[in-house]
């Protein structure tokens, strides 16, 4: 994945040594009494794709415009490389942002376009020209030159823009929703593009998507936002693997969550009675919560094991009926209501043709390991 796994693997935001290209510190935004942004405090860093995922409405676009200086926080302050942003309007900041309807002049070519940036900030003609001719070769645009914005595909207008965007050789790009325009099949495709170029050009980004498969693949990390404030920041695998609360684990991917009480609870391991599951839930590590607290485990579908065998252990096991099947060519989703009444999701890649055939209306049992489940208290 280029750069980003590379910064993944030395993960600069841990190092406490290392500073941080943009601090976000006690960030605020309010329109009357609704605050959109509730005092955010966030570090990213240097040739980082950070994304900031969320609902309609939970106030990342409001977040990234802030970045740009198109709004004015009500308070706290936004660091760029060290310097405080406060008062510095968009112009004058090492910044430029690509909008999610892309922008384009109609009237002007791909090349045009591209220039625009450039030729409003008085760059010499054959710098605008020698500049302009690397981006679109960059973006492999550069047979698409003399062409106007509708003569070309969402795909192409996409990196047009993108072109425009980086041309002016910005420190940090913000991003809104930048592929939201473009089919799954050319989503995925333009995804791996963008980590390449932002791998040869060492550009800082931040991305707004709502698009949980998008983060997941563009992102060193991911800000997972929710009513104004950022509830988890993390790696894609720390938070889906170890989300904080209920609401990221719901958001991110699907899940099982079972709620029920806390009857052991030790250092190595912890035990959960459920009436949903209609057993217990034993987890290989401890929490912290009192004893007989409400808890909640979240399990994965793609962790939990179906067959028509009763498995050996009566912990993280429960007895149902095959609801629904849906095949999705690489892998089929199962919808099991268990003797309790809950509904669970499983999921099993195809990677055979299976010798165990599962159909409708089929009794079945569901297992999973101790290490599967993540015990929630919020």
């Keep these: ?17 290392v500073r941080p290209y943009v601090e976000i510190e006690h960030l605020t935004k309010s329109f009357g009494d609704f605050k959109a942004v509730d005092d955010v405090s966030l570090r990213i860093y240097k040739g980082e794709i950070f994304c900031l995922l969320g609902p309609s409405g939970c106030g990342k676009t409001t977040l990234l415009r802030m970045l740009g200086g198109f709004e004015t926080p009500t308070s706290g302050r936004i660091l760029i490389d060290g310097e405080d942003m406060t008062g510095v309007p968009p112009y004058e900041r090492p ?3 690509m909008f999610q309807s892309y922008a384009l002049f109609p009237h002007m070519t791909v090349e045009q376009n591209v220039a625009f940036g450039l030729k409003q900030d008085r760059v010499p003609k054959v710098e605008i020209a020698e500049r302009v001719a690397a981006m679109l070769a960059l973006v492999k645009l550069d047979g698409l030159a ?3 914005p509708h003569q070309l595909s969402g795909g192409q207008r996409q990196r047009v823009a993108l072109a425009r965007a980086l041309v002016k050789r910005p420190k940090l790009l913000l991003l809104d929703e930048p592929l939201g325009a473009l089919d799954k ?4 495709h333009t995804q791996f593009e963008l980590i390449s170029l932002q791998d040869q050009l060492g550009v800082t980004f931040v991305v707004v998507t709502h698009d949980q498969e998008e983060a997941m693949t563009l992102a060193g990390r991911i800000g997972v936002m929710n009513h104004g404030e950022i509830v988890q920041a993390g790696t894609p695998t720390e938070i889906y693997e170890f989300p904080t609360s209920r609401y990221v684990a719901d958001f991110i991917g699907s899940v099982n969550i079972f709620e029920g009480k806390l009857v052991e609870d030790e250092p190595e391991y912890v035990r959960i009675r459920s009436d949903e599951l209609g057993g217990t839930i034993y ?3 401890g929490i912290s919560a009192a004893p007989e607290a409400t808890v909640w485990a979240a399990v994965r579908p793609e962790k939990i094991f179906m067959s028509t065998s009763a498995p050996a252990s009566a912990d993280n096991a429960a ?5 629904d099947i849906a095949y999705l060519g690489d892998l089929s989703i199962y919808r099991v209501k268990l003797d309790s009444g809950k509904v669970v999701r499983v999921t099993r890649p195809n990677t055979t043709r299976h010798a165990e055939s599962i159909t409708w209306d089929q009794p079945v049992f569901l297992s999973w390991d101790a290490t599967s489940p993540v015990v929630l208290t919020t």
Aim: charged share 25%; proline share 9%; hydrophobic share 35%.
């Design 1 to 17: 994945m280029g750069n980003p796994a590379g910064l993944v693997k030395a993960a600069p935001w841990k190092d406490p040594g």
């Design 95 to 97: 910044v430029n942002m």
């Design 146 to 148: 003399r062409r106007k």
């Design 319 to 323: 007895h149902g009926v095959v609801q």
């Design 283 to 285: 987890v290989s590590h």
């Design 185 to 188: 099949k050319l989503r995925e």
